[in-house]
């Protein structure tokens, strides 16, 4: 039933227009990300997706996930071993990962931002 719920707003959104959403929230977030102390946003390429990645000084990336996840915020985190190529030549070990989809809201990322903001300190 979800997956079909979900096919069908897929379908009443649009392709085009819930592409486009999507990049709109994740240069939100990444812009966000970016004004944030601390904060250092891991995304390369000319064109982005939706997965923002990024780490925060002073905290393990795997910690701020639970940390975040207490306040009713989920993230992942991604390590070297399933980006080898990627995060290895960068001297990455393990970054944060937000998943963004069409259906997340403007507020949403901003609850993220300033519950970010408060643990970065």
């Given at each position: 039933l979800?997956?079909?719920?979900?096919?069908?707003?897929?379908?009443?959104?649009?392709?085009?227009?819930?592409?486009?959403?999507?990049?709109?929230?994740?240069?939100?977030?990444?812009?966000?990300?970016?004004?944030?102390?601390?904060?250092?946003?891991?995304?390369?390429?000319?064109k982005r997706g939706g997965i923002v990645t990024f780490t925060v000084e002073g905290w393990e990336p795997t910690a701020l996930r639970q940390a975040l996840f207490e306040?009713?915020?989920?993230?992942?985190?991604?390590?070297v071993r399933s980006a080898r190529l990627d995060m290895e030549a960068r001297g990455l070990e393990e970054v944060c990962r937000a998943s963004l989809h069409y259906y997340n809201t403007e507020d949403e990322i901003?609850?993220?931002?300033?519950?970010l903001r408060g643990l970065a300190r």
């Open positions: 979800g997956l079909g719920r979900a096919a069908e707003y897929a379908l009443e959104v649009g392709q085009q227009e819930s592409s486009e959403r999507l990049m709109r929230l994740a240069a939100l977030a990444r812009e966000g990300l970016q004004s944030l102390p601390g904060v250092t946003v891991c995304d390369i390429g000319r306040r009713e915020i989920n993230i992942w985190t991604c390590t901003e609850e993220f931002l300033v519950t």
